[in-house]
């Protein structure tokens, strides 16, 4: 009913108590402050870059870097190589602590967290002393624990530990054969992919035929035989065309080989042990989220203790335990960036370290790490998203 | 036959028990101590395996623990030569009279010795603010967070930096060290935190798309890189966008990446338990005639707040951890004294490192720990209240 039928007027609000309009105040108060702030910052650091004579731009991109690089997964020299080079070579390396701590944190956590759950008392309370101390210690402490109280320790060059002249272990890293093809790897090379196509294939097959039929295929060992026994038959097959090279325990280095370098191996035990600790708690919480029914209905129908956790309880503690586990992940990668402390080549410490004291062009290579980090945060919230809307309980 | 007939029979048939027996005692391996091993640890073969092997390894780390931390430690010596193995004949294990000597340095950095007494209050002035807030039963504890809050931060100023005009000498930050150095990163990353996270909060739950996206946009993206860039970016560029004349000093940089990085966290927690309360709190406070302020600050916030206390603690865990990282920018706080005693020659032998880093261990061990148990005990006080 409007006001003009009942003949009352609305009372009259002054216009600066409309919400509307405060709002719109409120806004362009606000918009005005950091467009300040931004427009101070930006006069302010190119004053600053001229009086310095520092360049500006990204044109340091291609110039020659000039320094060398202890761990690179592409071809980098310190004389031809450019900053550009540099940075995907620290990029790889993060990538590479990264996966590998993602693999190992994931089977370590899995474990300690379904331990916290066991029945068995020494088994639970272990698993909750790793827990507590581990997640209480700061992982800047952990990596230089590893880094300089253990793997620094160990013996020198000439004391080195050594297995059959062939794997070497001493402070200057790890050593183990290199296996080096020779002509004819190629089949097992080829024979490998076609088994892993044809046992992902085999999985649909039988996964169908199962939904259908009800009967169940041998998913398991039809995929180990494509994918390991078969290629290894092809190589035995092609004459072994295959060799191991041995690391040549020299005077003052060891040469061949493929060489694990101690920052390497710090950082990523220590990012593995302190992430499984959280990824333990996430996995505890998930499957305590499964309601104890759940697997009394399972046990009630006859399913055994094993198929039941397999079938029943993980695939729903699933649902609770990725979105954590994926924030745990994301962490992990933003935490290998503590490689700078102990001088592991990351993105970080080639970038901000040594690239950044190079050319003083700060403002560009912190935006560009930053945008990296970005990248994969959102990148990876973006997946999880849309797993989370594919898992989430489709509610009535 | 009638069914009287037959029951008079029954009761007569003397080999018909007409009292219960006593019950016998359980079997001795199925209660008590023994009773519980069994049950708990030796249930079955697999069990049994995994019992045995857990608990050879705990024996092992406890042993090895014990072993370096007390059975072979060295308690006494004036310098590196007391730690060696050639000196001393045996298996060396922790230094301690290293620690002994440079306990002053981990505790006050180059805090100049004469005015140390101004730190000790600082420590005081500090505990007695803690315990005020969280004592559950304390006299008048809204005075206590003004306390916290407001004139702690301004007298520990004046107390550590010192006030010519009231006699106190100026002490430069960059002789502020060791576990001062972490409290004083800790404390300001506890104290501004909070109050911007809440605000971003608030921002990021706002109506006015403004305010929403640049919150949002400050949140995602300090929680999209790593702390160590924020630290970076604060201690490289931060002198850049600021007018010449008014470069700030190295720790006061660390201070606010510390302070930017906690606030977009905490902005986070507040908003989870913003998202807790109920849409009837909100609309009962407008219902009431109560504006946008006083409905957040007397209804919803006091909520929201009380059921995140637990997760505000945790963050200050992480917090906590994570003051440790400006060491890499070259502020001497604990974990950085420690690198820089360890390498010093006079004491530097291969268990210096191991003995310093363990020092660390406990001190954040003490800390983090006593944190972690005061958020559960509040989460347990909490879960009683909506039990009822």
Known sequence: MSSEQTGIRPPRVPLYNDPRVRSVIYQLALAAIIVFLVYGATTNAIDHLQRAHIASGFGFWNETAGFNISQSLIPFSSTISTYGTAFWVGLLNTLLVAALGIVLATILGFIVGISRLSKNWLVSRVASGYVETIRNIPLLLQLLFWYNGVLKALPELRNSYSIADAIYLNNRGFYVPEPIARPGFGWVELVFVVGIVASVAFYFWARRRQMQTGQRAPVLWVTLGLVIALPFIVLLLAGVPIHFESPQAGRFNISGGIEVVPEFAALLFGLSIYTAAFIAEVVRAGIMAVSQGQAEAAYSLGIKPGPTLRLIVVPQAMRVIIPPLSSQYLNLIKNSSLAVAIGYPDLVQIFTGTVLNQTGQAVEVVAITMAVYLTISLVTSGLMNLYNQRMALVER | ?388
């Open chain 2, 1 to 388: 036959m009638t069914m009287a007939e037959g029951e008079l029979a029954i009761s007569e048939l003397h080999f018909v028990r007409d009292q219960h027996l006593a019950a016998q005692p359980a079997p001795i391996r199925m209660t008590g101590a023994i009773g519980w091993v069994r049950a708990n640890l030796l249930s079955t073969p697999a069990n049994i395996l995994l019992t045995v092997v857990v608990l050879l390894l705990t024996i092992w780390v406890v042993w090895e623990l014990l072993d370096f931390l007390i059975l072979d430690a060295v308690w006494t010596g004036a310098d590196r030569e007391a730690c060696l193995m050639s000196t001393q004949h045996r298996e060396v294990g922790a230094c301690w009279p290293f620690v002994w000597e440079r306990l002053p340095y981990f505790i006050y950095g180059s805090y100049p010795i004469p005015e140390r007494w101004r730190v000790d209050v600082f420590f005081v002035l500090l505990a007695v603010g803690v315990a005020w807030l969280l004592w559950l039963h304390a006299p008048r504890r809204g005075l206590g967070a003004l306390y916290f809050f407001v004139v702690l931060p301004i007298v520990s100023y004046i107390l550590l930096h010192g006030f010519a005009a009231i006699g106190l000498p100026v002490v430069d930050t960059v002789l502020w060290g060791g576990v001062l150095v972490t409290i004083v990163v800790a404390t300001v990353g506890i104290v501004v935190s909070l109050p911007i996270g809440i605000l971003l909060a608030l921002g990021r739950r706002s109506h006015m798309p403004t305010v929403r996206f640049f919150s949002t946009l400050f949140i995602e993206f300090v929680r999209g890189v790593p702390l160590i860039t924020v630290l970076f970016m604060a201690s490289v560029m931060l002198p850049l966008f600021v007018p010449q004349e008014f470069e700030p000093d190295k720790l006061l940089r660390a201070l606010v990446g510390i302070a930017l990085f906690a606030s977009a966290y905490m902005a986070e927690v507040v908003r989870a338990g913003l998202q807790a309360i109920p849409k009837g709190q909100y609309e009962g406070a407008m219902a009431v005639g109560l504006g946008y302020t006083p409905m957040m600050r007397l209804i919803v916030l006091p909520q929201a707040l009380r059921i995140t206390i637990p997760n505000i603690v945790n963050t200050y865990i992480g917090l906590f951890k994570d003051t440790t990282l400006v060491t890499i920018i070259g502020i001497f706080d604990l974990l950085h004294t420690i690198e820089v005693a360890r390498i010093d020659p006079k004491w530097a032998t291969p268990v210096t490192s191991t003995t310093g880093y363990a020092v660390a261990a406990m001190f954040y061990l003490v800390f983090c720990y006593g944190m972690s148990r005061y958020a559960r005990a509040t989460e347990a006080r909490l879960r009683k209240g909506d039990k009822r």
